[in-house]
């Protein structure tokens, strides 16, 4: 039997972002930490995307998403942290290569108004939200043509200087290294029937699952929570929406400083990238099918993306020499969309941390260190 305090199932962000806070817990700092991350025969992780954006406007209108001015500084403390790791770590030859280049570009988002009533919206929403000083400004059509030559610039946009992307792909890549350095383990497996696997042993505290022992569970499997059978799906509440993302390689490259959010978003590649300006690569993401019979990447969605990316950076098309598709599910729950935690066994110490919609990597993080906030207060009370 291996014990551990800790079994979080699920390497999303969500995962991740449980480990990154009880490592930084003054409690739990020393916990053991198991992290079962999934594998074969599972749909491939929201959160392990080619590039999401770190973006705190969200909707149609820029609106500002609740709590930014907590949950933005936050992610970017956890994702500068782990890139610094990442880049003390160069000399060592075997993670030389998974650490050459960065995953956190810290560029901007540009939000570009599609029609004068776009920008009159976005344009109040930019004085009537609680927008903290210098995160974002309005760019007019002109002052988008000269910073961002190429883009989309009719009706001006919302300059949103503390946005930025993350090549997601290579920051698992290297968040796993982290993890594992810092003493969690990180096991390949798949709860086949859900936490059905999971009772209690003849301690109360223990929940077993196979060989491994764990003191609290928290579940954090994005889309497979649905099929995890500890929760009626009626009680989690979760709608699920797939997205698709294409990554262009493009004949010649061009100048792309930041991402762009409009109808879907845009940034460059992490591989394509050949100067603070200049890209060989870029990729387009949106998720938009609420009905759906098969998670795979289809024509349909590649077609809309390139409908995105022509309409951010009109006359793309006939730049393009290679795509690649790419396709998860991410959910929220309705009406409200907030992220949230599942305590229907929390007294058996098992917790569900899902929920995150659109924006999971600007959310999930500061939602884990409120649960972990929340089970040191318990243990606090439980020693008091
Ligand atoms: C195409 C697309 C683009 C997106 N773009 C952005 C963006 O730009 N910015 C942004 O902030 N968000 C974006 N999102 C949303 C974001 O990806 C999600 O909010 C976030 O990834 C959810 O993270 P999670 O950890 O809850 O779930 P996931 O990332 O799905 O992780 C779930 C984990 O649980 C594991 N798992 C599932 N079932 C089981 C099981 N039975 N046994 C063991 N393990 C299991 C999985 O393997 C995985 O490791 C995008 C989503 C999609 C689909």
Redesign the pocket.
Known sequence: MKQFDFGI???????LSVAYALRKSEIFRGASICV???GEG?PP?????PI????PATGREAKLVRDAAEVLPYTKHMLREIQDWAFGNTLNMNTMDLFEAPFFFETGVLRPAASPEMANAIKHRLETDPWPNDWASWLSSSEIADRFAGVYNAHGGLWISEGGFVNMTRFFEVARKWLEVEGVVVED???GD?VHDIHDGHNLEQKTLGELTFRRLIL?????MT??SLWQPDELGLHAVK???LTLELSEAINLSCAVSMHG?LAPHVDGIQSSRSARKITI?S?FEHQFDSIQPNENGQRRLLEIAESILPGIGSNIIRTENWA???VHRPPDRKPFVARQYSERGIWGL?G???????L?PTAARRLVTELEEQDRATLS
């Open positions: 199932i699920g390497f999303g962000i969500a995962g079962i991350s999934g599972l992780p929201a959160s392990h995307t999401a954006l770190l973006n497996r798949v709860l859900g954090t499997a994005g889309h497979g099929s995890l997205g698709q993302i978003y993401g998720t998860s599910i991410r899902t995150f919609g659109s924006k999971g990597l600007l999930a």
